[in-house]
């Protein structure tokens, strides 16, 4: 779960980096491009060099023309302010092509790691934290990270032109450049004073804005809920609530930011008049007219990056919060640690759970003591009440999830120590609602095996209830499924689901069966391809029908995280246990709407 900081909701794993640490992390990402940005280098001195350049000639025209007047030396000096400004046009043009080549190559790597980041993370950090929050880290913040580098580019510029007219300064009269460099650093200490106050405020819009997209993607994916509960005024209201909560946050960051601009006027008009009178006072020791309008001039180069700094300070501290957000997502720590990368080259489906203790949250065990042995080829059926650690169970045996303590052996080897993707690999996994992508049902069938031919995917469709199904289908396997499978009813989805796992042929196969209710005919559809799916594989079925539950070679009857029963549905009815209990209040009326519907008993095989 998220916690408090600001005022606003953050994630665990968010972290503060210090702007050093953020600038060495992201100069990191442009080590690569050195040579480009060595171009760049070139560039921005050219464009420093050509802007210092242009009030020197000017200040040395003045000199001459006012000893002697001529208007060649006015056409000669415009003529070179010409060829200047038309350098540092072009050298700046380049210059920014450039960036924004660097930029961009940056910005895919960068989202690269995220996106990669984020893949890799296990289960348990998307039970913890928001979808929308984190896509707003993957796709908003990446972009604004770009920011950082634009604006140091060009905050490099400005400061090597004042370090270039500093020196030309120094050579002509060094009591008023002292004088000059004497004044800088007030304003840089005023600009950099709003340096904590900019990064706080931008930090909290950041995650405002994360909160609003939250809301927004979980009210789109919600909409026939709320619909169904007339809910759209309630879902309103929690986003007005928010857009205001935005509002307030972007004002108060907006005000704060524009403060500094009053701030560096005042004292740039206080500085430059300072700065007159003394140098008005040196005229009289013999300074000329042209230096004297090189060093007014200078004032103002003086301040320009400081009132730079203000001014692209909320876009830069926008970039380092992102460039923060994005580097907490990358760093955050997994919770499932793998020993080892074993090979698996083969799995038989050997599953031993070995005094194991799991829990979600701490202080609350799910799996107290777990033992628990499924031979290779077993089909298991695991019953219980909600709540009883079932789902637990088939979400440790893929390691989506860490346990505590006890072991969890594949084939006699702990799981923890083989190679996660290959292991993976072997493992098919169809939960409760089958999540189908954008498509073709042939597309969302070959989803585990991009290689497969048409043909493969075919036959694989057409061994789930000898391929019935999909006659029904209005185009076939060609058939768009539509946003997450919505042209499909939710058995089609789950025989899509089916037919994609046989595919991929796994030798572990763990089925979360669907509550949802589907008719008689589809469910007959549905168990034909789970027989056809459990056959000469090791299978784990979290089940609710009593069809599966017959054909299981094992039943265990769960309670709190613990085994109360196991046997074959014949024997644990016969002990007139837990499994008696649940028959009776649940799955006995399954065999009794199966006789509605077909006129015949369930058939137990």
């Known amino acids: 779960m998220g916690f408090v900081l600001d005022g606003l909701d953050t994630e665990s794993y968010d972290r503060n980096y210090s ?243 009053p701030v560096l006027g005042m004292a740039s008009g206080l500085a430059s008049a300072f700065f007159l009178y003394t140098s008005g006072l040196a005229t009289r020791t013999g300074i000329s007219p042209g230096t004297w309008y090189l060093f007014m ?56 759970f070995c005094n194991m203790w799991f829990r979600y949250i701490e202080d609350e065990d799910v799996l107290s003591d777990f033992t628990l042995d499924i031979a290779a ?35 006699g080897r702990d799981v923890r120590t083989l190679d996660l993707a290959q292991y993976r690999h072997h493992l098919g996994l169809v939960p409760q609602e089958p999540f189908l992508f954008s498509g073709t049902v042939r597309d969302n069938i070959r989803y585990g095996y991009p290689k497969a031919t048409d043909d493969e995917v075919f036959a694989s469709a057409t061994q789930i209830s000898q391929g019935d199904w999909v006659v029904d289908l209005s185009d076939g396997l060609d058939t768009d499924v539509g946003e997450r499978g919505a042209n499909l009813s939710m058995g089609q989805r789950q025989l899509v689901a089916l037919a994609r796992m046989l595919l991929k042929d796994p030798a572990i196969f763990i089925l979360d069966e669907a509550t949802a209710s589907v008719d008689p005919f589809t469910e007959m559809q549905i168990q034909e391809g789970l027989d056809t799916l459990m056959q000469n594989r090791t299978a784990i079925v979290i ?8 054909n299981a070679d094992r039943i265990i009857v769960m309670d709190h995280g613990r085994i109360m029963e196991e046997g074959t549905h014949e024997d644990l009815l016969a002990a007139e246990g837990h499994y008696a209990e649940l028959y009776n209040t649940y799955f006995r009326h399954q065999s009794l709407a199966y006789v509605e519907s077909f006129g015949v008993a369930e058939p137990a095989d």
């Open 19 to 261: 702007d050093r640490d953020l600038l060495k992390r992201i100069v990191g990402y442009f080590r690569p491009y050195r040579y480009r940005m060595l171009l760049v280098a070139v560039l921005i001195l050219v464009d420093s060099v050509a802007g210092t350049a242009g009030p020197i000639v000017i200040s040395r025209t003045i000199d001459l023309v006012s000893v002697e007047p001529s208007s060649r030396r006015f056409l000669l000096a415009a003529a070179i302010i010409l060829a200047l400004g038309m350098t540092s046009w072009v050298s700046s043009y380049i210059r920014r092509i450039s960036s924004a080549r660097i930029v961009g190559d940056v910005v895919l790597k960068v989202r690269e790691d995220v996106f990669a980041a984020t893949i890799r993370h296990d289960l348990s950090f998307y039970d913890e934290h928001s979808s929308g929050k984190i896509v707003s880290r993957v796709t908003s913040d990446t972009q604004d990270f770009s920011n950082v580098v634009t604006l140091v580019l060009d905050l490099i510029s400005q400061v090597l032109l004042v370090a270039i007219l500093t020196g030309w300064l120094l050579t002509l009269n060094v009591q008023l450049a002292l004088i000059l460099i004497a004044i800088a650093p007030l304003a840089a200490v005023l600009a950099l004073s709003f340096r904590r106050i900019a990064r706080k405020v931008t930090r909290q819009s950041r995650r405002v804005n994360a909160k609003i997209n939250a809301q927004i993607q979980e009210s789109i994916s919600g909409i026939v809920v709320a619909k169904t509960f007339r809910q759209e005024r309630a879902i309103y209201d929690t986003f007005l609530e928010n857009n205001i909560q935005s509002y307030r946050i972007g004002l108060r960051r907006n005000m704060t930011l524009t403060a500094i601009f």
């Open 297 to 352: 001039q200078a004032v103002g180069f003086f301040w320009f990056p400081m009132t730079s700094i203000a001014s692209f300070w909320s876009q830069f501290q926008d970039g380092l919060s992102a460039a923060e957000r994005v580097f907490a997502l990358i760093d955050a720590e997994p919770r499932v640690v793998q020993t080892g990368a074993e090979p698996v080259d083969q799995v038989d489906g050997h599953i031993e």
């Open 377 to 411: 080829g077993e089909t298991l059926a695991l019953v219980g009440h909600t709540g009883a650690g079932k789902s637990s169970v088939a979400r440790i045996v893929p390691r989506f999830y860490e346990f505590q303590r006890g072991k969890l052996m594949i084939d």
């Open 543 to 550: 089940a609710h029908r009593l069809s599966t539950i017959k």
